[in-house]
């Protein structure tokens, strides 16, 4: 699997959250304390919002802890929402092409997850992204096809029923290819202005999400970034957020294609 956080509120330099926690994302992608892998080396994504329409994105496939150029941008970067991503592939290549943040205009995706039997319903599924955006397919991964999707299901006015939507029909060609699990979701994605994070599964495992109120933000993150777990609140499972600056809704994130429904935590 993978490691992500993301933040939004007041603008921050990246290493503040990307290096210099008690358990930062590059502390996770050498010793996850929670999740199935430990080490998450398969290369690594940031996205961040700037004054531009468009978010900017550096990736590369290198281990996260041993990239001079990622140290050196984060500590220069500063931003007021960004997302960063540590990988763990669950099959696919270690490409740039594979790495996340996915975008496409305005919108940034990451997740960690998977969804079973991808290998065998891949055609089905760049079949079910809309040709405009096909070109825009630049990776071989399940998460970038969800991102995809969800913009044909209409993420731009229904950010969170789109992407419930896409992970609904992700999650039925798994199921009908038989392959477990059918599909584990947890992800964030963004506009530049709102962020978005929700979390899910088809079995009783889904793939750990937190978020912290900080006063002057949010961070959503796969694991809490100190040892204070106390000021950590999980995301429930089936369970959608929705934040900008300090204000945080819940939704319901549950496909109807789910017919092994998790309690809610």
């Known amino acids: 699997m993978c490691r992500f956080l993301a933040w939004a509120g007041e603008s921050r330099y990246l290493d503040e959250l990307v290096f210099k926690q008690e358990q930062s994302l590059v502390e996770q992608s050498r010793n996850a304390m929670i999740g199935k892998t430990p080490i998450n080396a398969d290369g690594f994504g940031l996205a961040w919002y700037s004054d531009r329409a468009n978010p900017c994105f550096y990736k590369d496939i290198n281990p996260a802890w041993s990239d001079a150029n990622l140290r050196q941008l984060a500590h220069h970067t500063r931003s007021n929402l960004f997302l960063a991503h540590v990988r763990a592939s669950t099959g696919t290549a270690t490409s740039r092409n594979n790495c996340h943040p996915f975008g496409y205009g305005r919108w940034s995706f990451m997740h960690n997850g998977q969804a079973g039997g991808h290998n065998r319903i891949r055609q089905q599924l760049d079949a079910m ?23 044909g299901e209409g993420l731009e006015t229904d950010p969170i029923g789109a992407m419930l939507r896409s992970v609904e029909r992700v999650e039925d060609l798994s199921r009908q290819s038989g392959a477990l699990p059918y599909m584990r979701f947890a992800a964030c994605w963004s506009d530049g202005e709102s962020l978005f994070a929700a979390r899910y599964a088809s079995d009783r495992f889904a793939p750990s999400l937190h978020y912290r109120m900080c006063k002057d933000g949010i961070i959503v993150s796969s694991e809490p970034l100190d040892g204070n777990c106390g000021n950590w609140n999980e995301i429930p499972t089936n369970s959608a957020i929705e934040t900008k600056g300090r204000q945080i809704r819940f939704h319901p994130f549950l496909p109807s294609a789910s017919h092994c429904r998790p309690n809610v935590a």
């Open 129 to 151: 992204i809309p040709a405009e955006l096909y070109e825009h397919r630049l990776g071989a991964t399940e998460s970038e096809a969800i991102f995809l999707i969800a913009h």
